[in-house]
T-cell receptor
């Protein structure tokens, strides 16, 4: 069965520092990959998605992610963290043979002033 | 352009009761998926409705059922509530295609006492 692993349940960075949130998936066939953000007491907002076009995907709010098939990874990065980036981030995968999203357990990003 | 809306925002029920949650999809979308997000976890897929039929189901018992109306809105029903059903229930809408992105609503917080 497909699965998504997010390394680090909590990541803490200083304001202005690089943000790196890790995501690995288990699949022999390249899936569709997504990053969502969830602010407290809210639903999920789509940050970006990979659908087999360019391997470097740019999203909203300055985030981007790179699909690496050889490493089965889809890590999320942002060059400079803002206080407003503090939230929970979820990586998700969807196979072409399925309609459902499979989510990782999430990474909570803390941004220190 | 209205996004995905859900009602109610919060709900408190007691064990054994039944609950109905409602979702209106984003304008132009025809497909609705439901997810359960327990505290501190990623969302888990319950089922997806398209053309008023359930077309994929996750690993949830028959106590969880749904319906989609001709206007594409949807209901999630949970019977015989258990304490473990306490969670944030998220609705997501999309187009019918497998590759299409799912957009999430704000969720309904269900507490079972």
């Amino acid at each position: 069965a497909q699965s998504v692993t997010q390394l680090g349940s909590h990541v803490s960075v200083s304001e202005g520092a690089l943000v790196l949130l890790r995501c690995n998936y288990s699949s022999s066939v390249p899936p569709y990959l997504f990053w969502y953000v969830q602010y407290p007491n809210q639903g999920l907002q789509l940050l970006l998605k990979y659908t087999s076009a360019a391997t470097l995907v740019k999203g909203i709010n300055g985030f981007e992610a790179e699909f690496k098939k050889s490493e089965t990874s889809f890590h999320l990065t942002k060059p400079s963290a803002h206080m407003s980036d503090a939230a929970e981030y979820f990586c998700a995968v969807k196979m072409d043979s399925s309609y459902k999203l499979i989510f990782g357990s999430g990474t909570r990003l803390l941004v220190r002033p | 352009d209205a996004g995905v809306t859900q009602s109610p925002t919060h709900l408190i029920k007691t064990r054994g009761q039944q609950v109905t949650l409602r979702c209106s999809p984003k304008s132009g979308h025809d497909t609705v998926s439901w997810y359960q997000q327990a505290l501190g976890q990623g969302p888990q897929f319950i089922f997806q409705y398209y053309e008023e039929e359930e077309r994929q189901r996750g690993n949830f018992p028959d106590r969880f059922s749904g319906h989609q109306f001709p206007n594409y809105s949807s209901e999630l029903n949970v019977n015989a509530l258990l304490l473990g059903d306490s969670a944030l229930y998220l609705c997501a809408s999309s187009f019918a295609g497998r590759a299409d992105t799912q957009y999430f609503g704000p969720g309904t917080r269900l507490t079972v006492l």
